[in-house]
Nanobody, 121 residues
Framework: QVQLVESGGGLVQAGGSLRLSCAASGRTFSSHIMGWFRQAPGKEREFVGAISWSSSSTAYADSVKGRFTISRDNSKNTVYLQMNGLKSEDTAVYYC??????????????WGQGTQVTVSS
């Protein structure tokens, strides 16, 4: 089994920045992808971005491209979601997940507990 532990959520003003962390343990992660998803009230779970453990290749949703950056620290089995220029529309519970392909939640087998990000205006 894999355990994903998220941290870094909180309340931030619009235009501010926040960095989320997700530490993974339980298995090796080569040939896997760490994805970030979010779910806001009244909306379905939405893909935010993903990074490959092996290559650092990334993918982002159009809604966050240019504002959010995913990075990794393989020695710590940790991925980060740096969020800049936050908007009220970014308010959601953010989840990290381990899977084999980006974009679709069904491609991910393990999920973190989620961390709340609230952007005030």
């Amino acid at each position: 089994q894999v355990q994903l532990v998220e941290s870094g959520g909180g309340l931030v003003q619009a235009g501010g920045s926040l960095r989320l962390s997700c530490a993974a343990s339980g298995r090796t992660f080569s040939s896997h992808i760490m994805g970030w998803f979010r779910q806001a009230p009244g909306k379905e779970r939405e893909f935010v971005g993903a990074i490959s453990w092996s290559s650092s290749s990334t993918a982002y949703a159009d809604s966050v491209k240019g504002r959010f950056t995913i990075s990794r620290d393989n020695s710590k089995n940790t991925v980060y979601l740096q969020m800049n220029g936050l908007k009220s529309e970014d308010t959601a519970v953010y989840y990290c997940a381990l899977g084999n392909a980006p974009y679709i939640s069904q491609n991910y087998d393990y999920w973190g507990q989620g961390t709340q990000v609230t952007v005030s205006s």
